[in-house]
């Protein structure tokens, strides 16, 4: 019978009860503590590493989520439950730290969390949108410090009917820009709908989207989560006027 006593261990940084050993909702053994043996064993064993993915649930889904909040990722609501957002948050961690971008947390992954270690910003003062092109994710900076990282998918790269009679690119364009039209709604083009736009270069905008992988896939814009943009569009951080730097 496995002991169901409230001690607490480490899971990424954050004390959950050892009770969840005895049913079964393991805690990834880089972060936990030696696992409850039966009343007549004098040996304790190593809980075996689990993997989190979509569709994992418990207190070390409720761990992780916390971590990453506290690292500066964006992750909606701490739940212990993977969600599609859970796993946003996991590609952005992974993109900051050169990972295999599989929004999976294995060890390597979870070992990047534990270092908290975030990219340098470019910026050195003032409140400003980042967009690093070459890791895929969003920053939110202010005077040189991350507010919130975000995953994004970006231009893809490859040519496109634009709908006016001739092809082009989907390129993210680099350079310094600023918000200087927004919609609050599903904005309709020849291309498809953005979800609550903010737009810093002609057409191309940060906006939400159904479909935000690891990869740059978009026509050009800067895609993140729609529940991410709802909270971009709640924050005080991405008004009309913001600055926004893409860089490579």
Request: glycine share 10%; proline share 6%; charged share 10%.
């Amino acid at each position: 019978m496995l002991l169901t006593s409230h001690r607490f261990t480490k899971t990424f940084g954050v004390a959950v009860s050892t009770t969840m050993l005895a049913t079964g909702l393991l805690v990834p053994a880089a972060f936990a503590g030696p696992a409850p043996t039966s009343s007549t064993s004098t040996t304790s064993t190593t809980v075996p590493f689990n993997k989190l993915q979509l569709g994992s649930s418990g207190p070390a889904v409720l761990a992780l989520q916390l971590k990453l909040a506290s690292t500066g990722y964006w992750i909606g609501n701490a739940n212990g439950h993977f969600t599609d957002l859970t796993q946003q948050a996991v590609f952005a961690l992974q993109k900051a730290n050169g990972l295999n971008r599989d929004g999976i947390v294995n060890r390597w992954t979870s070992a990047a969390l534990d270092r908290a270690v975030l990219p340098t910003p470019k910026t050195t003062t003032g409140l400003v949108i980042e967009v690093s092109l070459s890791k895929q994710i969003l920053m939110i900076v202010e005077n040189h410090k991350i507010i919130k990282i975000f995953n994004i998918s970006s231009g893809g790269g490859y040519s496109y009917a634009t709908g006016h009679g001739y092809s082009t690119l989907a390129v993210t364009p680099t350079g310094t820009y600023h918000v200087y039209y927004q919609v609050d709604k599903w904005d309709i083009g020849p291309l498809g709908g953005l979800y609550r736009p903010k737009y810093f270069s002609g057409g191309i905008a940060v906006h939400g989207s159904y479909s935000v992988p690891p990869q740059p896939a978009s026509h050009g814009c800067v895609r993140i989560s729609l529940a991410a943009m709802d909270w971009l569009w709640k924050s005080p951080y991405i008004p009309m006027g913001t600055r926004v730097v893409v860089y490579q």
